[in-house]
């Protein structure tokens, strides 16, 4: 089994599990990110409150701008004040340029804010002249990062749910189409239509659901055909013993009249064994096409069976010269001595039946593609080319048998064929150039035994 369907599933499950958690890290940690500034509103005003306090302090009275610091502090509810940071080197080392420019004593305002401290920083506006600086304790309400934790919660756990829950309505969907259509054809076949199947609405689609598909479509038409061959069988085996039966009912009636009860007793007593054979034919024949067994548990002589059944069909048939071309020996291994005496035994009277009297009915048997080919020929009057094949459909008979025959029910060539069929071979009918039928028969010279 090539698992296309595992691999169908594996592959995007896979795939999208990876898609799924480099998109939840990378957006994590780009929100993150993001959240991890001060709000640009916020920046313009802790930078307002580094220029009111540096023009504070650059006129000198120190009284207001100490107010303004106490005013601060209490609104804000934060820590606030303006210090300077004269910086001495010592021991004969300088400050560089750089260190001059970017010293601080808190951060700057457009630095990211590790979110992650419960503390807030101190930020510092640094005034003009790089010495003097404003420090403040960030505001809560200037602090980012508000909604991180809505926002972590959104990402690790609604997102990846609403991916896995998306992803198991696609494979659902991909899943429950062919069932359902399958749950549909079975819920139609149970209700008569037969001629149901589901492969063809499944598309180009190839995975175990599409073999199971074909594996329904195979078993709905096996039972579809059991099903009408059965109905078939039943319909006609009810019409060939109607007529029988009547013919005993109107027999019993007269005998029961006292008319002619010598007469009419062998009569019912004939039909009787029509209707045992007639019955008996059809049961082999529904037991053959429904359980459609292999018959492959003997070992036989084609030679000595068809010398034995040439020799009844002589004793029946004594003013008709039967011919045999046998080989001393053609042993078969896997077959069925009992089937295949029945339908050579059929084929032969069946020759028998429709050559006139002291025609010939030649029979042939020589070896032919690792088995055994027999032919019978006859001298009757032979079947339209368009009947060749349904002269072995059950219950089916030409015109010309019906005349010949009345009392045939035509199971025996049906009959034939499918008991060669079960034993591995098989029959066909052709007509001779000259007049008459050829009943061609192929049986394989050996098949392995089941076990």
Request: proline share 5%; aromatic share 8%.
């Amino acid at each position: 089994m090539t698992r296309r369907l595992f691999w169908k599933l594996c592959g995007p499950l896979t795939l999208g599990t990876l898609v799924l958690v480099w998109v939840v890290t990378f957006l994590g940690s780009e929100t993150e990110q993001k959240m991890s500034f001060i709000a640009e509103p916020h920046q313009q005003t802790l930078n307002q409150w580094g220029a009111t306090a540096e023009r504070l302090y650059r006129t000198g009275d120190e009284q207001a701008l100490a107010e303004w610091l106490e005013a601060l502090q209490v609104r804000e509810n934060t820590w606030a004040a303006v210090v300077r940071s004269d910086v001495q080197p010592l021991a004969g080392s300088r400050l560089s340029e750089q260190f001059q420019e970017g010293f601080r004593l808190g951060r700057h305002v457009e630095w990211k804010i590790h979110l992650y401290f419960t503390e807030n920083p101190i930020m510092d506006v640094t005034f003009t002249d790089g010495q003097t600086h404003f420090l403040v304790t960030l505001p809560q309400r200037m602090r980012p990062g508000t909604y991180l934790p809505e926002t972590k919660l959104l990402l690790k756990v609604a997102l990846p749910l609403a991916v896995l829950v998306l992803l198991a309505v696609v494979i659902y969907r991909h899943l429950m189409g062919p069932l359902r259509q399958l749950e549909l054809a079975t819920r139609s076949f149970s209700e008569g239509n037969l001629g149901v199947r589901v492969r063809a609405l499944l598309g180009k689609r190839n995975d175990e659901l599409t073999a199971l598909a074909e594996t329904f479509d195979r078993m709905a038409e096996r039972t579809g055909d059991l099903i009408l061959t059965q109905r078939r069988l039943i319909a006609d085996l009810s019409h060939e013993l109607r007529t029988p039966l009547t013919r005993i009912d109107m027999a019993v009636s007269c005998v029961e009249e006292g008319i002619d009860t010598q007469h009419f007793l062998p009569r019912i007593r004939r039909e009787c064994r029509l209707m045992r054979d007639l019955v008996e034919d059809a049961l082999t024949l529904a037991w053959l096409e429904n359980e459609q067994p292999s018959l492959d548990q003997d070992s036989l002589d084609l030679t000595d069976l068809l010398d034995s059944v040439i020799e009844d069909v002589r004793y029946e048939y004594p003013d008709h010269c039967l011919e045999s071309d046998l080989p001393p020996q053609s042993a078969i291994s896997g077959s069925s001595h009992r089937a295949v005496a029945q339908a050579v035994e059929n084929v032969i009277r069946n020759a028998c039946h429709y050559t006139p009297v002291g025609g010939h009915i030649r029979i042939g048997l020589w070896p032919d593609d690792e088995g055994y080919r027999l032919t019978v020929d006859d001298e009757g009057p032979g079947v339209a080319s368009d009947q060749l094949e349904l002269i072995f459909t059950p219950f089916y008979r030409t015109d010309q048998a019906r005349d010949d025959r009345p009392d045939g029910h035509g199971l025996g060539l049906p009959l034939a064929r499918r008991q060669v069929e079960a034993a591995g071979g098989w029959v066909r009918a052709e007509n001779r150039v000259t007049r008459g039928l050829r009943m061609t028969l192929w049986f394989p010279a050996s098949r392995p035994k089941r076990p």
